[in-house]
C-alpha cells in the first residue's frame, strides 16, 4: 500500500491532560447518515487511493446487522452506501450468513481483507477480501461458532496470516479473553493461543469481565500496538472502555506490557446514551509515523461513530509506565 495521504487530526484541547482526547466534531458519523439505518457503529477504516475507504456496520429499522462500503477524502466528512455488501465467493462456495456486524479491515500484500463477526449457526468470523471496496470475495468461516472480534495481523508472522480473536457463546457474552491464531492460506487456522486474559478484579476492574482485540496490530518501535476494548459488569450493566496492549515484534503470542488504567471509558454524552448505553468500542486506528500521530476510530453506545486521536509516543510510553 503506498499512498500516503493525510489522516484526520485535531490538536490536544488546551484544558486537557489526557493522553487520548476526543474529537471536537463527535460523533463524526450520526445514527442516520443513510435513509434505512436505526445506527451506524462499530466500524472499520483504512487508506485507499487519495482519501479513505472503510466498511460500516449499519443496522437498519428492522434492527438487521450488515456492513456497508463507504468512502472519504478526509476520514471525517463520509458517504455510505445505501445498500449493504453483496459478496461473491471467493476461496468457497459457501458465503452464507444470517447476520454481519462489526468489521475490521487491513491491507496485506495486494488487497484489502475484511473481517467481521458472521451469523452462522451463531457468531464466527467471516473473512473477504476487495481490491477496490466495490467488488468482495467471501471466504471459509475462520473458526466454529462461538467467536467475535476477529482481528488480522497487516503482515505474515514466520510466513503464515495471524489472526486476533475472542471464543465466546451465543449471547452477549459474559466471559472472553484474546486469543491468536494462524494460517498459512487464509482458509485452514489452527495454532491457537491464549494471548490475553480478563484482569483480576481488584487490579483492573475495567477489564475485569471480557476483553476483546480492537484495531488492527500497528509495528511501532516497542513491538505490534494494539488498542483494544475491556469490559466490567457494574449494577448497570456491561461497561466497555478502551485500552491499549504492545505485543512482541518477532512473537506476538507475547503480550508484553497492556494498560492497567483505560485510555478512554465512556464519558460524552454520546457513549453514555444510546442502543446500548456506556459504551466505548474501539475498531480501526490510522497512523503518522512521521508526526507521531494515531487517529481512533470507536462505536459510541452501539449507535453512531466518533473518533479520537493521541501521540504514539506519548501511548507508547504510558502503556510501558501503567501496565498491568
Given at each position: 500500500m503506498s499512498q500516503k495521504v493525510q489522516i484526520p487530526w485535531e490538536n490536544r484541547p488546551e484544558n486537557s491532560s489526557e493522553v487520548m482526547w476526543r474529537s471536537q466534531n463527535n460523533p463524526i458519523i450520526s445514527r442516520?447518515?443513510?435513509p434505512s439505518s436505526n445506527s451506524i457503529f462499530n466500524s472499520a477504516v483504512v487508506p485507499f487511493e487519495d482519501g479513505f475507504a472503510g466498511v460500516f456496520r449499519c443496522d437498519n429499522k428492522a434492527v438487521q446487522m450488515n456492513i456497508f462500503a463507504g468512502f472519504s477524502k478526509d476520514g471525517k466528512n463520509w458517504k455510505i452506501n445505501h445498500e449493504p455488501i453483496q459478496m461473491k465467493a471467493g476461496n468457497t462456495s459457501m458465503i452464507d450468513s444470517d447476520y454481519k456486524y462489526d468489521p475490521r479491515v487491513v491491507y496485506i500484500?495486494?488487497?484489502?481483507?475484511?473481517?467481521?463477526?458472521?451469523?452462522?449457526?451463531?457468531?464466527?468470523?467471516?473473512?473477504?477480501?476487495t481490491f477496490d471496496f466495490k467488488e468482495f470475495f467471501q471466504c471459509e468461516n475462520a473458526f466454529l461458532p462461538f467467536n467475535r472480534n476477529g482481528v488480522l495481523f497487516p503482515q505474515k508472522i514466520d510466513g503464515k496470516y495471524a489472526m486476533l480473536s475472542r471464543p465466546s457463546d451465543n449471547g452477549h457474552t459474559p466471559f472472553g479473553d484474546i486469543y491468536i491464531s494462524f494460517s498459512p492460506d487464509m482458509k485452514y487456522w489452527g495454532e491457537h493461543r491464549c494471548l490475553m486474559k480478563v484482569a483480576p478484579f481488584d487490579q483492573s476492574a475495567w477489564q475485569c469481565t471480557k476483553i476483546g482485540a480492537g484495531t488492527?496490530?500497528?509495528?511501532?518501535?516497542?513491538g505490534w500496538l494494539m488498542f483494544y476494548h475491556g469490559v466490567i459488569n457494574t449494577c448497570n450493566g456491561f461497561r466497555y472502555s478502551m485500552g491499549a496492549a504492545i505485543l512482541d515484534e518477532a512473537d506476538p503470542t507475547k503480550v508484553l506490557y497492556r494498560t492497567k488504567p483505560y485510555l478512554l471509558a465512556?464519558?460524552?454524552?454520546?457513549?453514555?446514551?444510546g442502543d446500548v448505553p456506556n459504551v466505548v468500542f474501539p475498531c480501526a486506528a490510522l497512523f503518522d509515523d512521521e508526526k507521531d500521530q494515531v487517529a481512533v476510530y470507536y462505536g459510541a453506545a452501539d449507535t453512531s461513530v466518533a473518533m479520537a486521536f493521541g501521540h504514539i509516543s506519548e501511548i507508547l510510553e504510558f502503556i510501558k509506565n501503567n501496565s498491568l
Open positions: 442516520y447518515s443513510i500484500e495486494d488487497r484489502y481483507w475484511v473481517t467481521w463477526c458472521n451469523g452462522y449457526h451463531g457468531p464466527t468470523i467471516g473473512i473477504a477480501y488492527v496490530p500497528y509495528l511501532t518501535k516497542e465512556p464519558a460524552a454524552p454520546y457513549e453514555l446514551a
